[in-house]
């Protein structure tokens, strides 16, 4: 197999034959994001594998994204294109850190990032994403103390848009936190009139300074709304793709050149169609951890 109009039409082909979907999150590279059935943030593909049709999904993302989507759809085989791409900031905190946490805080409503590995979910009252975070904290009672894990960076956010009080873990994506106000001061130096994008996991000083706080979802609901010709992009730069896609007449600049997490950028058209051939890696979950974690995850879906 020489090009890649052949590889896409084997993955066509095998999709085809084994009732497979391709999600695919928007920090993937752009030709994985081309081939795949839907592309989206973490909150719109849990949904997608939630109602996914067939038999199979591939997932291209993260370990803990395939791990939701057979969470949500467990009789389905859920295949992850490369065994590696897991997420560091979902490993910061494991089952049993989350449960010393809980008794040193008996009664505390749980809210677990998706970030996180099926076990703590399972440990977890309700999930949240980037996009429904604020939403899902104020829908608990004002009288509950609140632990939010892993990300301090997205949790203090949170505290600063609801005003509630919430116990921190000190998890964060090393992706997000390289992202630098003075990075960004410099582009805007060249281009004053554009409007800067960041993402909840940036740090609470690059925040500061965003004209739109938002998931990779909101960031492009806003530029598609938007008059402004120019955006600085503060998160992983895989998002600009579908930007440039969405809005062909618009100029994006990445808030960083380190913002590419090496994780999300394994997979490729070559992995894809190894993993529908051999149907590989699959993603198996125990069922009384699917079970627990998919009470969580749809508290979170009931909210969105
Ligand atoms: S961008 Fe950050 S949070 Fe997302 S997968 Fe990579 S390391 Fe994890």
Redesign the pocket.
């Known amino acids: 197999m020489n090009s890649n109009i052949e590889i896409i039409d084997s993955i066509i082909d095998l999709k085809a034959e084994k009732e497979a979907i391709i999600l695919a999150h928007n920090?993937q590279i752009g030709e994985v994001q081309d081939i795949a059935d839907f592309v989206g943030d973490s909150l719109q593909l849990s949904i997608k594998a939630s109602r996914a049709h067939g038999q199979m999904i591939v997932f291209c993302g993260?370990h803990f994204m395939a791990e939701t989507a057979k969470i949500l759809s467990p009789d389905k085989k859920v295949l992850l294109p490369d065994k590696n791409s897991g997420?560091?900031?979902?490993d910061m905190i494991t089952a049993s850190q989350l449960r010393k946490l809980k008794d040193e805080h008996p009664g505390a409503v749980v809210v677990c990032y998706v970030?996180t590995t099926a076990r703590v979910k399972a440990l977890s009252d309700i999930c949240c994403t980037s996009s429904n975070a604020v939403n899902v904290v104020r829908s608990i009672p004002e009288n509950r103390e609140i632990i939010f894990i892993p990300d301090k960076y997205l949790g203090d956010y949170v505290q600063r848009q609801t005003g509630r009080k919430l116990i921190l873990w000190n998890g964060y994506?090393?992706?997000?936190a390289m992202i630098d106000v003075r990075d960004i001061l410099e582009i805007k130096k060249e281009h004053p009139n554009a409007a800067v994008l960041v993402h909840p996991?940036c740090t609470p000083e690059v925040i500061d300074i965003a004209d739109k706080v938002a998931s990779t979802g909101g960031m492009l609901k806003y530029v598609k709304a938007s008059s402004k010709k120019d955006f600085i992009v503060g998160t992983?730069i895989g998002i600009i793709h579908r930007m440039k896609r969405q809005n062909p007449h618009k100029n994006f600049y990445p808030a960083s050149g380190r913002t590419i997490?090496p994780?999300?950028k394994l997979i490729n058209l070559e992995k894809i169609f190894w993993s529908l051939e051999d149907e590989v890696y699959e993603v198996k979950v125990p069922t009384d951890i699917i079970e627990k974690a998919r009470a969580a995850i749809d508290r979170m879906i009931a909210i969105k």
């Open positions: 920090y993260v997420c560091p900031m979902a970030n994506c090393p992706v997000h996991e992983e997490c994780n999300m």
